[in-house]
């Protein structure tokens, strides 16, 4: 039976929290929660089933989170069966050991500051050209003055970004800055303590106060499963050719 693999925890008596339709698998020290990968993508060409099939494996590492540390697996890791399974949790404890380590206690977040221009800031027209020098030079006063605005506006946005980052750096235990999409000025992954996790709420409105006053927005996003600090891609991979791959990159996108 292949196996869909969900989660990598420590070999513990699992109690709530685990699927009916979970399998365990035990290596060593460790176990992995997965699925029969018949069960959980048939079938393939079927784009609903396969997000179905995202949502169930979120579902599993959602569950396993309210009661244990968990490493999660990319959507779509599939071995060939128990035994290679196990055999690759126990050739592989020592980085997983790590990982699960490094992700004890946390929690995902995601964090946003998006802007757009400041109502406030707007450009002189040009509309009417000066036709006399008083004109003239109170139209480059404007100039100068909206300039002078924007500047202003830079460095306080720029102030309100050093400030979240400092902040995030000292309440995550780890942080994972993306490339900003069109509209963010930040987009960051946060592994958070659970005893953290409302300093970080507080810590956002704040910040989203701030944000406001120079026509920015904060966003707190989650918690959710440890996403972005999951298991080591150079070491977990799939000995079968992996399924889904469109709903992997959804899910991952």
């Not at 460095?155 to 900003?180: I, K």
């Amino acid at each position: 039976m292949a196996l869909f693999v969900h989660g990598i925890l420590t070999a513990l008596p699992l109690e709530d929290g685990v699927r009916g339709d979970a399998v365990c698998v035990a290596g060593g020290t460790l176990q992995a929660i997965c699925t029969d990968r018949d069960l959980a993508l048939a079938p393939l060409d079927d784009a609903e089933a396969e997000i179905a099939a995202a949502a169930a494996h979120h579902d599993h590492l959602v569950r396993l989170c309210q009661t244990r540390d968990v490493l999660p697996v990319r959507f779509g890791t599939v071995f060939s069966g128990e035994a290679p399974l196990r055999a690759h949790l126990e050739d592989n404890a020592q980085s997983y050991s790590k990982a699960l380590e490094h992700v004890s206690g946390c929690l995902e977040f995601g964090f946003r500051i998006a802007g757009g221009q400041d109502a406030r800031v707007t450009a002189p027209s040009a509309a009417a050209p000066p036709s006399t020098e008083t004109s003239g030079r109170a139209f480059l006063l404007r100039r100068r003055g909206h300039r002078d605005r924007r500047a202003d506006l830079s460095t306080r946005r720029a102030a309100v970004l050093r400030r979240a980052l400092r902040d995030l750096e000292t309440t995550s235990r780890d942080l994972s800055l993306a490339q900003p999409a069109a509209g963010l000025l930040l987009d960051a992954s946060l592994l958070v303590a659970h005893p953290r996790q409302d300093h970080l709420r507080g810590m956002a409105r704040a910040l989203n106060g701030a944000a406001g006053e120079v026509g920015l927005s904060v966003s707190l996003l989650g918690p959710w499963p440890p996403y972005s600090f999951c298991a080591p891609p150079d070491v977990l991979q799939s000995d079968v050719p992996p399924p889904a791959e469109a709903a992997s990159e959804r899910l991952h996108a």
